[in-house]
């Protein structure tokens, strides 16, 4: 008996210097590595996209968006190239949607818009939950050879 509590005590006494060393690797791994960024419970801003400008009707601002999953988030899009603008994409139908607004007027809806369209200069806010992981593509249809497209990744 007294053997058994003595090697019960030799391994307690070992045990955790050895976890120790392995929690030491872990923490320096997880220091070097760069921070995820965190979900929150409030939507978050994406960086606006602007489609043409008065100089270039066929430029966009930004073209590659990165979100993460489970966050909510608020899109302005705006046309401002003077030219129709149909702006598409796969994401809305890979997201919960909540409401688009439109100079202060709301759309709620259930289910996924077709597209966004621009018949003129203007802003549409999309406000939505990240739900799929993946790489989800937008684009302007018509243009999309002269640079209007890019993607959406979602991780």
């Not at 923490?27 to 590595?33: K, P």
């Amino acid at each position: 008996m007294f053997a058994l509590v003595a090697s019960f005590a030799v391994v307690c006494l070992v045990t955790p210097g050895v976890a120790q060393e392995g929690d030491d690797a872990e923490d320096a791994a997880a220091r070097s590595a760069p921070a995820a960024e965190q979900v929150t419970r409030a939507s978050k801003d994406i960086p606006e996209l602007i489609l043409g400008s008065k100089d270039d009707q066929f430029t966009v601002n930004q073209k590659d968006f990165e979100l993460v999953a489970g966050q909510g988030y608020r899109w302005k899009i705006s046309a401002a190239g003077g030219l129709e603008y149909k702006f598409h994409t796969d994401l809305f139908r890979n997201v919960w949607m909540n409401q688009i607004v439109i100079n202060d007027l709301e759309v709620h809806m259930n289910g996924a818009p077709a597209w966004l369209e621009y018949d003129a200069d203007g802003t549409i806010q999309v406000q939505f939950s990240t739900v799929r992981p993946g790489v989800y593509t937008w684009s302007v249809p018509d243009l999309a050879e002269r640079g209007m497209q890019g993607t959406i990744t979602i991780k």
